[in-house]
């Protein structure tokens, strides 16, 4: 047999014919290298990019810290106000509450126990 070189697929398309997107034309530029997107733009583009990403990351970090201390604070105040009706109602409201726990779970198994006997008829049938 002769000695033949193999053709891969890079061979043929090389890497080069695809554009940079995304965090590699990112790493690319913080590595000193320079892109088709870059070029004519001088280091001005880099720094107003970048400020644009800090400015962009600090309004949405910002705001999501006082969403989340809003939320706190609202918690604290819902609790303070909701636990002395709590201990006032307990007598009421810990029997209420088993006997809704037991309506739902009668509920629940005789509708489990009406499932399984029309499968067993199916099943016999």
Not at 11 to 24: A, F, K, L, S
Not at 49 to 62: L, S, W
Request: charged share 15%; no cysteine; net charge positive.
């Amino acid at each position: 047999m002769a000695d033949t070189a193999r053709t891969t697929h890079h061979d043929i398309i090389g890497r080069d014919q695809y554009p940079m997107i995304g965090r590699d034309r990112d790493q690319y530029q913080m590595m000193g290298g320079r892109d088709q997107y870059q070029m004519g733009r001088g280091s001005d583009y880099s720094k107003s990019r970048q400020i644009a990403k800090a400015a962009t990351a600090v309004t949405a970090g910002g705001s999501l810290l006082v969403l989340s201390s809003l939320t706190l604070v609202g918690t604290v105040i819902a609790l303070t106000v909701a636990t002395p009706l709590l201990v006032i109602f307990s007598p009421i409201l810990v029997p209420a509450l088993i006997t809704v726990a037991l309506l739902i779970t009668g509920f629940l198994s005789s509708g489990g126990f009406g499932i399984a006997a029309i499968t067993v008829f199916s099943w016999i049938y």
